[in-house]
């Protein structure tokens, strides 16, 4: 028996709730348990798929009256790239008034921020500290360099770039730069101590661990937030991430947050309302669109990052709108998928120059 009105309202109300509770469960988690960590997006996006999938057939319906379908699927890309170019200079002039005028951040366009470093490198290691050894990992442009000696005989690390760079110090860290500016020697000031050094401006880096007594034992290396074994160390910034970032905002956050969105929550929402309600004139945006983007907001906000909870989250209500009007002009989630995916890189192609 198919429910109407307030019961298919609350019924979908619970399916939301439900997924959101299994989010930020595995949110929790992923600070304590490393692989739910590394593949949080995936176990994310699996529930999002799955979840509306098993619903669907249980209820012995079609994938078209939730327009997951790609449709005319000519007129999605039409409409999502259509909907970036629009709003991209908006949205443009919006995050620089937010971070100049509010939060009193300097803009400096630099096409050198989008050569980063390997994505393997993202993230701090766990472990990072808890034996002797070198640790390796990125932050964004800037790379990081950890030393740990435990007790055991002190090592040094020659840090080489193929042009002049500059090192941030913390800990126990005493370096020594070349007179050509390319190469930096660090060291620990004593046994049992621990420092990292972040690098700045370098590339076609190269790490060398050798001890400071000759015959003694050589440090372990171990490089981005999985602390990987490695015997060497040469890595240089490229592009490559960008189009690895692209990937996983289509595939891992875009395609199927969209699917369980607006294809399911907003298709659901659409049904339990009168139709006069949602074709009124007056709506810019229909019932349906607007509870959907309310509880797109709400988990956001409601998942921790980072394990922090970030109220400036719910803001992605408003672009939400839109993705609710895309979909219900196309009658397909592609165009919102396009433009969702879309509009978070603008996000990241414009945040990088605010500093």
């Given at each position: 028996?198919?429910?109407?009105?307030?019961?298919?309202?609350?019924?979908t109300l619970k399916t939301f709730a439900f997924v959101l509770v299994l989010i930020i469960g595995f949110a929790i988690l992923s600070q304590f348990v490393g692989f739910i960590g590394q593949a949080l997006y995936a176990i994310v996006a699996?529930?999002?798929?799955?979840?509306?999938?098993?619903?669907?057939?249980?209820?012995?319906?079609?994938?078209?009256?939730?327009?997951?379908?790609?449709?005319?699927?000519?007129?999605?890309?039409?409409?999502?790239?259509?909907?970036?170019?629009?709003?991209?200079?908006?949205?443009?002039?919006?995050?620089?008034?937010?971070?100049?005028?509010?939060?009193?951040?300097?803009?400096?366009?630099?096409?050198?921020?989008?050569?980063?470093?390997?994505?393997?490198?993202?993230?701090?290691?766990?472990?990072?500290?808890?034996?002797?050894?070198?640790?390796?990992?990125?932050?964004?442009?800037?790379?990081?360099?950890?030393?740990?000696?435990?007790?055991?005989?002190?090592?040094?690390?020659?840090?080489?770039?193929?042009?002049?760079?500059?090192?941030?110090?913390?800990?126990?860290?005493?370096?020594?730069?070349?007179?050509?500016?390319?190469?930096?020697?660090?060291?620990?000031?004593?046994?049992?101590?621990?420092?990292?050094?972040?690098?700045?401006?370098?590339?076609?880096?190269?790490?060398?661990?050798?001890?400071?007594?000759?015959?003694?034992?050589?440090?372990?290396?171990?490089?981005?937030?999985?602390?990987?074994?490695?015997?060497?160390?040469?890595?240089?910034?490229?592009?490559?991430?960008?189009?690895?970032?692209?990937?996983?905002?289509?595939?891992?956050?875009?395609?199927?947050?969209?699917?369980?969105?607006?294809?399911?929550?907003?298709?659901?929402?659409?049904?339990?309302?009168?139709?006069?309600d949602e074709r009124s004139k007056w709506w810019i945006f229909s019932p349906s669109i607007v509870l959907t983007s309310l509880l797109f907001g709400l988990g956001h906000l409601f998942v921790p990052v980072g394990g922090a909870l970030i109220?400036?989250?719910?803001?992605?209500?408003?672009?939400?709108?839109i993705f609710g009007w895309l979909r219900d002009k196309t009658d397909s989630i592609l165009a919102p998928v396009i433009y969702h995916a879309c509009c978070n890189l603008m996000v990241l192609v414009t945040a990088l120059h605010f500093g």
């Amino acid at each position: 028996m198919k429910l109407v009105g307030k019961a298919l309202t609350k019924s979908t109300l619970k399916t939301f709730a439900f997924v959101l509770v299994l989010i930020i469960g595995f949110a929790i988690l992923s600070q304590f348990v490393g692989f739910i960590g590394q593949a949080l997006y995936a176990i994310v996006a699996a529930l999002f798929y799955f979840v509306p999938n098993k619903l669907i057939d249980r209820a012995d319906e079609t994938y078209e009256e939730y327009a997951l379908v790609l449709g005319d699927w000519k007129k999605g890309v039409l409409w999502g790239l259509g909907a970036t170019l629009i709003t991209f200079p908006l949205f443009v002039a919006g995050l620089w008034i937010w971070e100049v005028k509010v939060r009193k951040k300097t803009f400096a366009f630099d096409t050198d921020k989008y050569r980063q470093w390997d994505a393997n490198l993202e993230g701090t290691p766990k472990n990072w500290g808890q034996k002797s050894g070198v640790w390796i990992w990125s932050d964004n442009e800037k790379l990081t360099v950890g030393l740990r000696n435990k007790k055991s005989a002190n090592n040094l690390v020659t840090v080489t770039s193929s042009k002049p760079f500059s090192i941030k110090k913390f800990g126990a860290i005493t370096p020594q730069k070349s007179d050509d500016g390319k190469k930096w020697t660090i060291g620990l000031s004593h046994h049992d101590s621990r420092g990292s050094v972040v690098i700045s401006d370098a590339d076609n880096v190269k790490v060398d661990v050798r001890p400071v007594t000759a015959g003694k034992e050589i440090w372990p290396m171990h490089t981005g937030p999985t602390a990987s074994n490695t015997e060497s160390f040469s890595e240089k910034r490229g592009y490559l991430w960008l189009l690895l970032w692209a990937a996983t905002q289509f595939l891992l956050v875009a395609f199927p947050e969209e699917y369980f969105y607006r294809g399911y929550l907003q298709s659901r929402f659409t049904k339990a309302f009168k139709p006069k309600d949602e074709r009124s004139k007056w709506w810019i945006f229909s019932p349906s669109i607007v509870l959907t983007s309310l509880l797109f907001g709400l988990g956001h906000l409601f998942v921790p990052v980072g394990g922090a909870l970030i109220v400036t989250r719910i803001t992605v209500f408003f672009p939400s709108l839109i993705f609710g009007w895309l979909r219900d002009k196309t009658d397909s989630i592609l165009a919102p998928v396009i433009y969702h995916a879309c509009c978070n890189l603008m996000v990241l192609v414009t945040a990088l120059h605010f500093g």
